[in-house]
């Protein structure tokens, strides 16, 4: 007991120790003086997209700032809207790497996580985060986004009777189709999905990322982790102003058992331990550099902005289902048993507010395809088999 007890006190002074270290008890007179440095926008910036994290919305991001401040982009190259996803990424995968090298700005797309081929292709200061969502409801969205192309998930009913028996649907021989049914987080950061538990190896895990990545954000707590984002990048309000995309009807959503929710920790360890970790870390971020204070003020805003611009732009004040989306050509990709929502905009926009309305609700596929037109002008588009939003790029 008195062992536990000092080890209880040894973390608890660790973690106040590690919450305090960024404080002076007491700054002088002329420190208080001294007006903070300014901040410069971090423009060279890699963005891990994992799966069924609110994701899509972030790689929106990215991309309109990419545009906004004429950077360049690291696409797939060819007919491709993945970085070689799920192979480990290497970067042949990047379209024009053999003639630019080390030129791009951004990196955003699907890959699977490999350090030392990204650095070949992103420059020596480049800013790397991703983000994590709980992997109870994650299995869940996964489940019947995927539902048609995963054979453990293709063979069960329904997402309780998966998860009451995985193993029974489940082959790990089958991995290539089957990631999506376990620890796919810890697969998209580049590691064995079906790895043993094992503390040590967990451990590993988790301090390699925290090496390679700046900042884990969280998507259970979106507005919150964007405010991160903006500090972190030293980015203004409107760069991380989004409107949810990719997300689904709600009638497509199934409930899951109690049971079910337990099975999730025990069937996505890995996952589990990925998310408790970095959550934490996400909080103490934080409490460490904006303060909780700041940071409710901040998502006010940030919320506020939002509302603006869906006044603005949207003609319903929502997304909304596949069936009601009146442009073909801002049709979000379908998926399994989901129903992908999307958004109406207003018909009296002027030309100026139309463009920024149509960049903040561009699907994930349709955004690529143009900014590859615009990068790689002399290669054949992207193929979409919907209609284009712009026949040419001056429109």
Not at 14 to 41: D, Q, V, W
């Amino acid at each position: 007991i008195i062992f536990s007890l000092c080890l209880g006190l040894t973390c608890l002074s660790g973690f106040f120790h590690m919450k305090n270290k960024n404080y002076r008890i007491s700054k002088s007179h002329e420190e208080l003086l001294i007006p903070p440095t300014p901040c410069h926008a971090k423009t060279n910036v890699m963005f891990l997209k994992t799966h069924k994290t609110a994701s899509s919305t972030v790689l929106n991001i990215m991309f309109r700032f990419a545009e906004r401040y004429n950077l360049t982009v690291a696409l797939p190259a060819d007919q491709l809207f993945h970085l070689g996803y799920p192979r480990t990424f290497v970067s042949q995968f990047v379209e024009g790497f053999e003639a630019i090298g080390q030129n791009y700005n951004i990196m955003c797309n699907h890959l699977r996580f490999n350090p030392l081929e990204v650095k070949k292709v992103m420059a020596a200061n480049t800013f790397y985060f991703s983000i994590l969502r709980n992997p109870i409801p994650l299995l869940e969205s996964s489940y019947i986004y995927y539902k048609n192309n995963v054979p453990a998930f293709r063979s069960s009913r329904n997402v309780n009777a998966f998860l009451a028996s995985p193993t029974k649907y489940y082959q790990p021989a089958d991995y290539r189709e089957n990631i999506y049914a376990r620890n796919i987080m810890w697969f998209d950061f580049g590691y064995d999905n079906n790895a043993e538990d094992d503390t040590k190896y967990t451990q590993a895990v988790l301090e390699e990322i925290e090496q390679n990545f700046h900042l884990i954000l969280i998507a259970d707590y979106f507005d919150e982790s964007m405010i991160l984002l903006k500090h972190a990048l030293c980015w203004d309000l409107d760069d991380v102003i989004y409107f949810k995309l990719n997300s689904r009807s709600q009638d497509t959503v199934q409930t899951l058992t109690p049971e079910s929710e337990e099975k999730i920790k025990a069937w996505c360890s890995l996952d589990w331990k990925l998310y408790l970790h970095f959550n934490q870390s996400f909080w103490r971020r934080i409490e460490d550099t904006i303060g909780l204070e700041v940071l409710e003020k901040e998502v006010d805003h940030l919320r506020t902005r939002q509302k603006e611009l869906m006044e603005t732009c949207l003609s319903e004040q929502e997304a909304v289902r596949k069936d009601h989306i009146r442009n073909k050509a801002l049709l979000p990709f379908q998926s399994g048993a989901a129903n992908i929502l999307g958004y109406n905009l207003r018909q009296d926009l002027d030309n100026r507010t139309l463009r920024t309305c149509q960049k903040m609700v561009m699907p994930e596929l349709q955004y690529t395809s143009y900014l590859y037109a615009v990068q790689h002008p002399h290669k054949k588009r992207k193929e979409l088999g919907l209609p284009l939003l712009w026949t040419s790029l001056q429109e």
